[in-house]
């Protein structure tokens, strides 16, 4: 990597003052003029310190736009005016969530009317006669403002970058609080030790942070977030490296080789396994065949077939003499997983019970004396496994299925309890978040990763549309032809609020208002996480045999919900929703050979921030959960991509997952030649991990 033109490194910059440093991790409100709404919007985009301030990566960068005279405006193309405002007034539209500042503005060449959506404030401050720059471009007929100076305080000729924001804070409003603080990135020394830092050319962490929020050139940025993804790298790999690594001394039973009940298995599918699965299951079984316990991520995107394999793996325990456990993160996956894995229980005949939650006690209790003595073969169930110690007998294999939402400790507990089986099971984690192997192997050392990286065959991809409010109607009568077609269809309730009690209440409103008018002909189910379990399954059940043909629902079917017949989904108040989250309801539909859709309602683009924007384009444009992924970690800044809340770690903030490979090789080699000790790269590595015993100076 090059240092920056003009910029040396410099081995006599001075030590971080631990002091100093420290200061960093004051609280964005003790900045004057952040106030508790604006702290919790930063929070939200895990914001809330000043370092994070400073570490917030752009996600991409606005070129200026050039010099434009009005009378030689173009539509469309992108544009800087300098004019004078010559009046300027508040237009209220129809739309309860839209307002337009309009502004008269001329210059020599002519004049235009500029909009700003939602800014009624800035009325008052366009003085008649005040001089301004406008960025932004002509659509029908007005000129739309993007970005504007009024006072002369230039910058909108810089490039500008564009932060990770979100509906409670605005990229703008970002960018304002970061060059507030950036003069405090002196305080934030270096970790990386001079000499490295002069041999290889680095730049120095404050310079580099400097030209991530403020590059003279493209080529600066990316260089600067190369060097910090470096360091975050090096970083991470020493953290990671001085983890103890205890499981080597534990024993698994090992398996014999896959026999007749895993054929029969094999035999009831009522289709053939696809290459993705057949190389999924070879390297299963050759993990069970060891004593050393498996740990194996199974990464496959929405409907790509991992329960089929995972189920293979539990049966495989069974034909050997052990017990198998399935846990899931929910009680409607959990139940969700239990129809299927009992239904083809029963054909084989395998006993399983189900422990979660909402379970009656006496059933409970009966599953659990069931497991003690081995007469129940697969378990599935939630935490409710874990979390009273449940017996197993001679438990073989375990299979935690969205291990992301399980913590480590978690994910452990699933062993041996009482003195039945001293041995540990095999584990099996799954996935639907791609994670690209490079770094799924560097954040978790100790796990194997697979990849079901197709669909099974004769899938066609699920046609998305973005649809506005207005336009909802025509999204009902696609609904309703499929309907009438014998499919089945989901409606997603947008999400009104983070509890889950008045979200419910707003799904049985909704259901109750489109039995009354649009669906008035269909059977309409209602599902949501307020249901006792008896009657969600119920639903769920009634659901599955084509008895409702709607089901109105909230996310709680993100997950594991799997009706082929269902062909289409309305997602009301997608803008609501994060990506990652769509992708997941999406997956619900497309199971079957059928052309599936999924059509997406919002409000109009213009109540629509960027971010809501780019997250219902991507969906439009791509059904790849791992490009996605990607889009999402770059729209929110955050590295949950990793599930790092379960390593405890903090997230990545400058490592670009899909292109970074080399600088990963580069940072294995760098942090083997480091040695941490309890300098500013200790301190780095505690406040990577979280750890609150060495984090800054007390
Ligand atoms: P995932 O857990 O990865 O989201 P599932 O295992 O639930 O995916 O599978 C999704 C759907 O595809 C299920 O209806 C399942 O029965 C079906 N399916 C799985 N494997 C195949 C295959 N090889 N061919 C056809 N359908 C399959
Ligand atoms: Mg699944």
């Given at each position: 990597?090059?240092?920056?033109?003009?910029?040396?490194?410099?081995?006599?910059?001075?030590?971080?003052?631990?002091?100093?440093?420290?200061?960093?991790?004051?609280?964005?409100?003790?900045?004057?003029?952040?106030?508790?709404?604006?702290?919790?919007?930063?929070?939200?985009?895990?914001?809330?310190?000043?370092?994070d301030?400073?570490?917030?990566?752009?996600?991409?960068?606005?070129?200026?736009?050039?010099?434009?005279?009005?009378?030689?405006?173009?539509?469309?193309?992108?544009?800087?005016?300098?004019?004078?405002?010559?009046?300027?007034?508040?237009?209220?539209?129809?739309?309860?969530?839209?307002?337009?500042?309009?502004?008269?503005?001329?210059?020599?060449?002519?004049?235009?009317?500029?909009?700003?959506?939602?800014?009624?404030w800035?009325?008052?401050?366009?003085?008649?006669?005040?001089?301004?720059?406008?960025?932004?471009?002509?659509?029908?007929?007005?000129?739309?403002?993007?970005?504007?100076?009024?006072?002369?305080?230039?910058?909108l000729?810089?490039?500008?970058?564009?932060?990770?924001?979100?509906?409670?804070?605005?990229?703008?409003?970002?960018?304002?609080?970061?060059?507030?603080?950036i003069?405090?990135?002196?305080?934030?020394?270096?970790?990386?030790?001079?000499?490295?830092?002069?041999?290889?050319?680095?730049?120095?962490?404050?310079?580099?942070?400097?030209?991530?929020?403020?590059?003279?050139s493209?080529?600066?940025?990316?260089?600067?977030?190369?060097?910090?993804?470096?360091?975050?790298?090096?970083?991470?790999?020493?953290?990671?490296?001085?983890?103890?690594?205890?499981?080597?001394?534990?024993?698994?039973?090992?398996?014999?080789?896959?026999?007749?009940?895993?054929s029969r298995?094999?035999?009831?599918?009522?289709?053939?396994?696809?290459?993705?699965?057949?190389?999924?299951?070879?390297?299963?079984?050759?993990?069970?065949?060891?004593?050393?316990?498996?740990?194996?991520?199974?990464?496959?995107?929405?409907g790509?077939?991992?329960?089929?394999?995972?189920?293979?793996?539990?049966?495989?325990?069974?034909?050997?003499?052990?017990?198998?456990?399935?846990?899931?993160?929910?009680?409607?996956?959990?139940e969700?997983?239990?129809?299927?894995?009992?239904?083809?229980?029963?054909?084989l005949?395998?006993?399983?019970?189900?422990?979660?939650?909402?379970?009656?006690?006496?059933?409970?209790?009966?599953?659990?004396?069931?497991?003690?003595?081995?007469?129940?073969?697969?378990?599935?169930?939630?935490?409710?496994l874990?979390?009273?110690?449940?017996?197993?007998?001679?438990?073989g294999?375990?299979?935690?299925?969205?291990?992301?939402?399980?913590?480590?400790?978690?994910?452990?507990?699933?062993?041996?309890?009482?003195?039945?089986?001293?041995?540990?099971?095999?584990?099996?984690?799954?996935?639907?978040?791609?994670?690209?192997?490079?770094?799924?192997?560097?954040?978790?050392g100790?796990?194997?990763?697979?990849?079901?990286?197709?669909?099974?065959?004769?899938?066609?991809?699920?046609?998305?549309?973005?649809?506005?409010?207005?336009?909802?109607?025509?999204?009902?009568?696609?609904?309703?032809?499929?309907?009438?077609?014998?499919?089945?269809?989901?409606?997603?309730?947008?999400?009104?609020?983070?509890?889950?009690?008045?979200?419910?209440?707003?799904?049985?409103?909704?259901?109750?208002?489109?039995?009354?008018?649009?669906?008035?002909?269909?059977?309409?189910?209602?599902?949501?996480?307020?249901?006792?379990?008896?009657?969600?399954?119920?639903?769920?059940?009634?659901?599955?045999?084509?008895?409702?043909?709607?089901?109105?629902?909230?996310?709680?079917?993100?997950?594991?919900?799997?009706?082929?017949?269902?062909?289409?989904?309305?997602?009301?108040?997608?803008?609501?929703?994060?990506?990652?989250?769509?992708?997941?309801?999406?997956?619900?539909?497309?199971?079957?050979?059928?052309?599936?859709?999924?059509?997406?309602?919002?409000?109009?683009?213009?109540?629509?921030?960027?971010?809501a924007?780019?997250?219902?384009?991507?969906?439009?444009?791509s059904?790849?959960?791992?490009?996605?992924?990607?889009?999402?970690?770059?729209?929110?800044?955050?590295?949950?991509?990793?599930g790092?809340?379960?390593?405890?770690?903090?997230?990545?903030?400058?490592?670009?997952?899909?292109?970074?490979?080399?600088?990963?090789?580069?940072?294995?080699?760098?942090?083997?030649?480091?040695?941490?000790?309890?300098?500013?790269?200790?301190?780095?590595?505690?406040?990577?991990?979280?750890?609150?015993?060495?984090?800054?100076?007390?």
């Amino acid at each position: 990597m090059r240092p920056f033109a003009g910029i040396e490194p410099s081995p006599a910059f001075p030590a971080p003052r631990a002091m100093r440093s420290a200061a960093l991790d004051e609280g964005v409100a003790t900045l004057s003029r952040v106030g508790g709404r604006t702290a919790a919007g930063l929070a939200r985009l895990g914001i809330s310190t000043i370092r994070d301030l400073l570490y917030h990566r752009p996600r991409r960068y606005e070129l200026p736009a050039p010099r434009v005279a009005i009378g030689d405006l173009l539509v469309g193309q992108d544009a800087t005016i300098e004019a004078e405002v010559v009046s300027a007034s508040i237009r209220r539209t129809r739309r309860r969530n839209l307002s337009i500042v309009e502004g008269h503005v001329r210059d020599e060449s002519g004049s235009v009317m500029a909009w700003w959506f939602n800014q009624e404030w800035l009325a008052g401050r366009l003085v008649p006669g005040a001089r301004v720059l406008l960025r932004g471009a002509v659509e029908r007929g007005n000129f739309v403002v993007r970005n504007y100076d009024l006072r002369g305080d230039g910058g909108l000729e810089a490039i500008l970058p564009v932060y990770p924001a979100s509906e409670a804070i605005a990229s703008k409003r970002v960018r304002e609080l970061v060059r507030r603080v950036i003069g405090r990135i002196a305080d934030l020394g270096d970790p990386l030790p001079a000499e490295l830092r002069s041999r290889l050319r680095l730049p120095l962490k404050a310079d580099a942070v400097a030209a991530l929020h403020t590059p003279r050139s493209m080529a600066e940025a990316e260089r600067a977030r190369q060097r910090l993804a470096l360091e975050e790298l090096v970083v991470l790999q020493l953290g990671l490296g001085s983890r103890d690594g205890s499981a080597g001394a534990l024993v698994a039973p090992a398996l014999a080789p896959p026999d007749e009940l895993v054929s029969r298995y094999r035999g009831a599918l009522p289709f053939e396994l696809t290459d993705a699965q057949e190389r999924a299951i070879l390297e299963i079984d050759q993990d069970l065949a060891l004593e050393t316990p498996m740990e194996r991520l199974l990464q496959g995107d929405v409907g790509s077939g991992k329960t089929v394999v995972a189920l293979y793996a539990l049966l495989r325990a069974v034909e050997s003499g052990y017990q198998g456990v399935l846990m899931a993160p929910t009680e409607t996956l959990a139940e969700q997983h239990f129809l299927t894995v009992e239904q083809i229980c029963a054909e084989l005949g395998v006993a399983c019970v189900v422990l979660a939650g909402g379970v009656a006690r006496k059933k409970q209790h009966a599953a659990r004396r069931a497991l003690a003595s081995g007469e129940a073969a697969i378990a599935v169930g939630t935490h409710a496994l874990i979390q009273e110690s449940v017996e197993f007998r001679s438990l073989g294999v375990a299979v935690i299925d969205e291990q992301h939402r399980f913590g480590v400790e978690e994910r452990r507990a699933l062993a041996p309890v009482g003195d039945g089986h001293p041995l540990e099971p095999h584990r099996l984690s799954m996935t639907a978040t791609p994670i690209p192997r490079t770094l799924a192997l560097t954040v978790w050392g100790d796990l194997s990763v697979t990849e079901i990286d197709t669909l099974p065959a004769g899938r066609r991809p699920i046609i998305t549309r973005w649809v506005t409010h207005e336009r909802s109607s025509e999204a009902y009568q696609r609904l309703t032809r499929h309907l009438g077609d014998g499919r089945q269809a989901y409606i997603v309730c947008p999400l009104v609020s983070p509890s889950e009690a008045i979200e419910a209440r707003a799904a049985e409103d909704e259901a109750a208002r489109l039995r009354g008018q649009e669906l008035r002909d269909f059977a309409v189910g209602c599902l949501h996480g307020q249901l006792p379990t008896g009657q969600r399954r119920a639903v769920m059940a009634a659901f599955g045999r084509g008895e409702l043909q709607v089901l109105v629902a909230t996310t709680v079917i993100e997950v594991g919900v799997d009706v082929p017949n269902a062909t289409i989904m309305i997602v009301q108040e997608a803008d609501r929703f994060g990506l990652a989250q769509l992708h997941q309801l999406r997956g619900r539909v497309g199971r079957g050979a059928d052309q599936s859709f999924c059509l997406l309602v919002s409000r109009p683009k213009e109540e629509l921030t960027d971010a809501a924007c780019e997250r219902l384009q991507a969906l439009v444009d791509s059904d790849d959960g791992f490009a996605l992924a990607e889009v999402d970690l770059e729209l929110r800044g955050e590295g949950q991509l990793l599930g790092t809340r379960q390593t405890g770690l903090s997230d990545l903030r400058f490592t670009r997952l899909r292109s970074d490979g080399d600088l990963l090789e580069e940072a294995l080699e760098i942090a083997r030649s480091l040695d941490v000790g309890d300098g500013p790269l200790a301190d780095e590595v505690a406040r990577m991990f979280g750890d609150e015993d060495h984090r800054g100076i007390a």
